[in-house]
């Protein structure tokens, strides 16, 4: 059974920067894709940013220029580097892969921005 599991969420202060990580049970290279979303409370989920198989990273517009995502093949892993974070920046963030139109979803991970 496929699993992801997410780390490197916590407190941080505004303007501080935290990298998740998001460890993945198999190989990666059979995923269409990798990436991240996150849901604040009493909000839907929102997409973050996505690697494409043979293609580069898509950010959503909110995102750009904070956020870096990365896999490391070797280690069946993909991180999401964010930088410049704000208070309203406290959702829970969660790691996703897609295969084949399937989701696959971890447990999320708390991101706390204080003021």
């Known amino acids: 059974q496929l699993q992801l599991v997410e780390s490197g969420g916590g407190l941080v202060q505004a303007g501080g920067s935290l990298r998740l990580s998001c460890a993945v049970s198999?190989?990666?290279?059979?995923?269409?894709?990798m990436g991240w979303y996150r849901q604040a409370p009493g909000k839907q989920r929102e997409w973050v940013a996505t690697i494409p198989s043979g293609d580069g990273p898509k950010y959503a517009d909110a995102v750009k220029g904070r956020c870096t995502i990365s896999r490391d093949n070797a280690k069946n892993t993909v991180y999401l580097q964010m930088n410049s974070l704000k208070p309203e920046h406290t959702p829970v963030y969660y790691c996703?892969?897609?295969?084949?139109?399937?989701?696959?979803w971890g447990q999320g991970t708390q991101v706390t921005v204080s003021s």
């Open positions: 198999r190989s990666i290279f059979s995923f269409n894709s």
């Open positions: 996703n892969v897609r295969k084949y139109l399937i989701d696959y």
